[in-house]
């Protein structure tokens, strides 16, 4: 049975913690289920009516991340967690992104409950996942290059990654995914990861993705949490 080590990550931020969650049935429909759809416009509202009018950077959700990025040695302005980069966009009047009705589905729910959330193909996994430091050899191959960028983009010595072995599956933490990896309306098996630094709760974000996967999309889930008391699980 696979594991998920978060061993080296936690020695470092110890209020780490992550959800785990397999998911498996019909696959990432190319659009959005009426649930989902309603789920994702109470998402963008309530994060409108709870934070228009603030800094990022008192957002609680928000603050915690870039305190973990300074931690590794991130102050650029172009590496923000994922979840800042949604609370962000929506912020500035723009919706959540159109991707498939599962990315869209853990989006929302990263941004209601201001986590951070990203999804894998678990047939491209080959075998224990970790969040830990970058390591020689490591690779990454971009799933949105920037322009004029290389998508061969091996992570950074100190840098905290989500990986598979060698193969970094996101890097700095939850800033940007792997190619290999990436979810599809052929992906029939996911592993799901939602990550908090401090603030938030993974278990009320994962029951919200357990509930909308099973009544919206007919998959079946299940859940283990990696924190400080427990850093190795198998899911």
């Not at 080590?5 to 009426?34: C, K, N, W, Y």
């Not at 970058?134 to 960028?149: K, L, V």
Request: proline share 6%; net charge neutral; charged share 25%.
């Amino acid at each position: 049975m696979p594991r998920l080590d978060a061993t080296e990550a936690l020695a470092a931020f110890p209020d780490f913690r992550v959800a785990a969650m397999v998911i498996e049935g019909a696959g990432a429909p190319d659009s959005r289920a009426p649930a989902i759809e309603a789920y994702v416009a109470a998402a963008e509202q309530n994060c409108r009516a709870r934070w228009s009018g603030m800094e990022l950077s008192a957002i609680p959700g928000v603050a915690a991340w870039r305190r973990a990025y300074k931690g590794f040695g991130i102050k650029s302005t172009s590496y923000r967690s994922s979840v800042e980069r949604l609370v962000k966009r929506v912020l500035a009047g723009g919706d959540l992104p159109r991707v498939n009705g599962f990315v869209d589905l853990y989006n929302a729910v990263s941004l209601e409950h201001v986590v951070c959330a990203g999804a894998d193909d678990l047939d491209a996994v080959t075998g224990d996942l970790a969040f830990r430091f970058a390591r020689e050899g490591d690779t990454f191959i971009d799933m949105a290059p920037a322009d004029g960028m290389p998508p061969e983009q091996p992570p950074k010595p100190g840098e905290v990654v989500y990986a598979d072995g060698s193969t970094v599956l996101c890097r700095r933490w939850n800033w940007r995914q792997d190619a290999r990896s990436i979810v599809t309306p052929r992906t029939r098996r996911i592993v799901l990861t939602i990550q908090s630094n401090g603030v938030g709760s993974v278990e009320d974000a994962a029951r919200d993705v357990e509930r909308l996967a099973r009544e919206a999309l007919g998959m079946q889930s299940r859940v283990v949490i990696a924190e400080k008391e427990r850093p190795v699980v198998e899911f």
